[in-house]
């Protein structure tokens, strides 16, 4: 167990929809990343926030956005969802926004129909 | 543009015998470079990580080598035993920036 909690662990939804995924980090961890795997590829990094602040943006599409709140858990949601979005979404955390070692949760795993 | 590759997808190695798992890299600037095991259902575990500074690491049965020549480095589990069996995934960290992961390498360690 990584300590990173992530809920839902699977959501079904219809195109066209919005979907919120929610991620725990860690105890003490400041640093949140939100990544896409598709099936059969590697994780895509979406996007890193450290204590509330976005730090690094990667391949996250302009119909996806998060947040970092004050409590240090995070969100990601997810709009006018498509097919092509049907995918597993990880949640790591890390210390801080340097650390290189990130700890993952378990992932949600979406379905879009 | 794939900037880590892990080109075999799959890997079958004896029980007891090494596993060598490979990656392959295309930017300089990457200062850290990490592996993760998956188990299926569960997310990526660290496993091992090499700075760019470095040419090799050792934490047990594990060994990452580093060749910054050849922008290459390699995972060696010796010895490789069935519980060892799963996704391993090369990742590279842009400068304190964000990770580019591999697409993974599935392990099968056989008894």
């Known amino acids: 167990d990584s300590g990173v909690t992530q809920t839902p662990k699977h959501l079904i939804t219809a195109t066209g929809q919005r979907v919120t995924l929610r991620c725990s980090p860690r105890s003490g961890d400041l640093s949140v990343y939100w990544y896409q795997q598709s099936l059969d590829q590697g994780l895509q990094f979406l996007i890193q926030?450290?204590?509330?602040?976005?730090?690094a943006k990667g391949n996250i599409l302009e119909r996806f956005s998060a947040q970092q709140f004050p409590d240090l858990h995070s969100e990601l949601n997810l709009s006018s969802l498509e097919l092509g979005d049907s995918a597993l979404y990880f949640c790591a955390s890390s210390v801080d926004h340097s650390s290189y070692e990130q700890y993952f949760g378990p992932g949600t795993r979406l379905t879009v129909t | 543009d794939q900037q880590v590759k892990q080109n075999s997808p799959s890997l079958s190695v004896q029980e007891g015998r090494i596993s060598i798992l490979n990656c392959d890299y295309t930017n300089s600037m990457f200062d850290y470079f990490l592996w993760y095991k998956k188990y299926p259902a569960e997310g990526p575990t660290f496993l091992i990580s090499?700075?760019?500074?470095?040419d090799k690491n050792e934490d047990g049965r594990f060994t990452v080598f580093l060749n910054k020549s050849a922008k290459h480095l390699s995972l060696h589990i010796v010895p490789s035993q069935p519980g060892d069996s799963a996704v391993y995934f090369c990742a590279a960290r842009n400068y304190g920036q964000n990770f580019v992961f591999g697409p993974g390498t599935r392990l099968s360690v056989l008894p």
């Open positions: 090499i700075s760019s500074i470095k």
């Open positions: 926030y450290y204590n509330g602040e976005e730090r």
